[in-house]
């Protein structure tokens, strides 16, 4: 029996390429099957987590807000499944996508506007809040319940005070 715990650390990011590095450090220590759960308005910066996310991963690409297409595929030492919420409006939508081949699988998924299907994924994730404090200013909170994503919470320690 697992008991309820939750890690959790904030950091400041200064600028775009400040919230990038903050996600290479993530993508750095990303492992086969796990789910990333971005929440925060919009702007606040979970595309631009998500390109360093998907550098961390060893992808070359530049990730863009698959907004109008609900997701895209990125290739890199995993393959990162790029998914957005923004556009649809109850959880039967979400339903009818067929995630869960996605979200079950051995690659990784990074999710925007994740908190519109609050219960819909796996027990296993982690959460990154992104908060706009001012136009270049971001915090951003990763938190796991699970043992198993704690090791993305530690990748973020040695940057805590910057």
């Given at each position: 029996m697992k008991l309820n715990r939750n890690m959790e650390i904030s950091l400041i990011s200064s600028s775009p390429e400040s919230t990038q590095e903050i996600g290479k450090?993530?993508?750095?220590?990303?492992?086969?099957?796990?789910?990333?759960?971005?929440?925060?308005?919009?702007?606040a910066g979970k595309t631009t987590i998500t390109q360093g996310?998907?550098?961390?991963?060893?992808?070359?690409?530049?990730?863009?807000?698959?907004t109008f297409v609900?997701?895209?595929?990125?290739?890199?030492?995993?393959?990162?499944?790029?998914?957005?919420?923004?556009?649809?409006?109850?959880?039967d939508e979400i339903e009818d996508l067929g995630l869960d081949d996605y979200l079950y699988g051995d690659?990784?998924?990074?999710?925007?506007?994740?908190?519109?299907a609050t219960g819909y994924f796996p027990v296993n994730h982690a959460?990154?809040?992104?908060?706009?404090?001012?136009?270049?200013?971001?915090?951003?909170?990763?938190?796991?319940?699970?043992v198993d994503l704690d090791r993305l919470v530690m990748a973020l320690e040695s940057c805590a005070d910057g």
């Amino acid at each position: 029996m697992k008991l309820n715990r939750n890690m959790e650390i904030s950091l400041i990011s200064s600028s775009p390429e400040s919230t990038q590095e903050i996600g290479k450090r993530i993508g750095a220590k990303i492992q086969p099957g796990d789910v990333l759960l971005l929440m925060g308005d919009l702007g606040a910066g979970k595309t631009t987590i998500t390109q360093g996310i998907l550098w961390g991963l060893g992808g070359t690409e530049h990730a863009r807000s698959p907004t109008f297409v609900l997701v895209n595929e990125y290739p890199a030492r995993l393959t990162l499944y790029h998914m957005d919420l923004y556009r649809l409006n109850s959880i039967d939508e979400i339903e009818d996508l067929g995630l869960d081949d996605y979200l079950y699988g051995d690659d990784v998924c990074v999710v925007e506007w994740a908190d519109k299907a609050t219960g819909y994924f796996p027990v296993n994730h982690a959460i990154v809040r992104l908060e706009a404090i001012d136009s270049q200013t971001r915090r951003i909170t990763i938190s796991s319940e699970s043992v198993d994503l704690d090791r993305l919470v530690m990748a973020l320690e040695s940057c805590a005070d910057g």
